[in-house]
DNA sequence: GCCCGCTTTTGACAGGGATCAAGGCATAAG
DNA sequence: CTTATGCCTTGATCCCTGTCAAAAGCGGGC
């Protein structure tokens, strides 16, 4: 499932900042590390099962990965996208809520749940850290539920779109490099490829956006896009 | 907007054994609770709101509120309902990321953001259960995420009763009485009232579930209801 | 008990998006 | 360079659900 790498030392880590365990102490970042172990993953592995024991949790090295949950006749929404620096799995609790898949090759710093839970109750800082990105991500959740809820087809998209470019950055062209395939998108926005696939491209007719291949895109009229994203 | 009632005893408190305060010994949850006050609310008013700076948090002791985020154009979206022990507001943030209205008469233990904040980084167990209270939340609302990207009008319904089935005690003719109206309902399903209405009644005329005026409902075949609500 | 106001139900209709089906075009392999 | 394989786009059609409108019925107040 996911093949073990040569494990580092935290001080060479591009994440240790950002992460949960940004705010430990070195001695403490260390001990946390020897807990866990890095794995890679390649693009399309998934890490953790819908309604699995919890067992492992893990911090985004390096690569996007989503978080599915489907129904049981196999329509699928993606309930999340972590990116590198976030956090996976679900600890203090019995069941993975959702399915963990890689979308690009990935690093993980992977931890056994239970060490984990352990370290965390003897570690106030590394709680805090991780409550405060839990409640941001229940923040990010619940904004995502009125897209899905009340906006039309092209709202989803020009919002998509737009927070794409928050979180990529974009190259010399200005061009986004889409982490995500058309059926990925439409898993997101809780629609179809097919919709995904002609709102794009009439956006693209419009001038609002340029699409360059299969993944990229250009966001030519970021204000427009705005302005399509919360009112049709 | 709030009027305070009677402070009152932690003691007598009857939601001091499932809130987050549980965890704390009797002197730090006397020491909690002189940071807040008792308010009470009635049905339709709104505590909090979408954008507005993060100045309060809570605990709920009675009655049942709903937190809603909207579009540019008035369409809703209920993200959320919390009832008795609940914990709402955004402690360790700076903005309020949707409004907060009960939906009935409420009593909260209302405490003012930044004192509670300095108190919860003082007692790890109170973030402790925050943190569980926090990830628990999330997970449910991913759930959600399904029904609003992935289900029918069906099957939305469907789910929205056997959740209320299990979160509401029906009396002793096996009636549950629904704490939101037709359009609160249509608001958190992601659909219309008369979606809704049209769902209710083709499931009471197929014999699934039975409805007593207007908020009655008694859930006939539980069994049915379960096909139902993930499956067409 | 009766009436009024508001929520809910019901009806008719239309449209946005899903579905089914080809066709086109990147991307990678040979 | 050529070919093959999937993804993506485009087209045609259908139907679920939203919208607009009006009737019905519950519940509170007099």
Redesign the interface.
Known sequence: MARPCSGQSCDACVVRDHAICADLNDGDREALSRIGRRVTLQAGQTVMWEGDDSTVVANVIEGTLK?A?????G???I??VVYASDFIG????ART??SVTALTDARLCLFPRGSFDGFA?RH?EL??R???R??????R??????L????TAREKVATFLLDMGRRLRADADGVIALPLSRQQIADI??TTIETVSRQMTELKRTGVIDLIGRRGVRLVDAGALEALA??G
């Open positions: 978080l949950t489907s129904t049981g006749d329509r699928e929404q309930v999340g679900r600890p203090f609790g809520p959702h109750m106030g709680q805090h991780l409550l405060q839990t409640l941001d991500d229940l923040d959740t619940r904004d995502w539920m009125l899905l809820g009340r906006k926005l809780g919360d009112a």
